[in-house]
């Protein structure tokens, strides 16, 4: 197993922390939890977008490239808004990216397990990766239209794979451990 891996075992756990926590927030909020996650992404995107606009006026005042920073960062607050004016509509295009981001995590995870040297946590980043790719092609396979079974999937799916970023973190922390005593 890698020994970066192992030395970074707490942020691994975090992470996993994290997809728990994410889970149990929308099990308490499940009525309102797509509209919730389509103003959290507007407001990333407008805090983006403004955070374009601002490096790109700090380039242009030491003469350099600016123009693009300054439109990526306008298109970014158009589409903060147009999320902001048509919550209903956002919700389709934010399934389909969230789908994709999964399946693109779930290849990632596989792809970096074989990259692992020794065998024992590869096995987990693997589990992963096919839990994580598994809940991208069911999103997808159901669309936007059924929010209630979507919701229910990300709950199971934040649950089992923070369950298994917890069980990797625990993994390379006792390899760690092992290391640290040779």
Do not use: K
């Amino acid at each position: 197993m890698s020994t970066g891996l192992a030395r970074n075992w707490w942020a691994i756990g975090l992470r996993g922390a994290a997809a728990i926590l994410f889970a149990i927030a929308v099990l308490c909020l499940p009525a309102s939890t797509i509209a919730s996650l389509v103003l959290m992404f507007a407001a990333y995107v407008a805090a983006d977008g403004a955070f374009a606009i601002l490096a790109g006026m700090r380039a242009a005042g030491r003469g350099d490239r600016w123009r693009m920073l300054i439109l990526e960062g306008s298109i970014n607050l158009a589409a903060a808004a147009g999320v902001l004016v048509w919550q209903a509509v956002a919700i389709v295009p934010l399934v389909h990216l969230l789908s994709a981001w999964a399946v693109m995590t779930g290849a990632l995870l596989w792809a970096a397990a074989h990259r692992l040297s020794g065998r024992d946590g590869r096995w987990v980043l693997v589990l992963a990766g096919i839990v994580s790719a598994a809940w991208g092609v069911l999103s997808a396979a159901v669309g936007p239209g059924d929010t209630r079974t979507i919701g229910l999937w990300l709950v199971g799916y934040t649950l089992l794979f923070g369950w298994i970023l917890v069980a990797l973190a625990g993994r390379l922390q006792r390899r760690q451990r092992l290391v640290m005593q040779q």
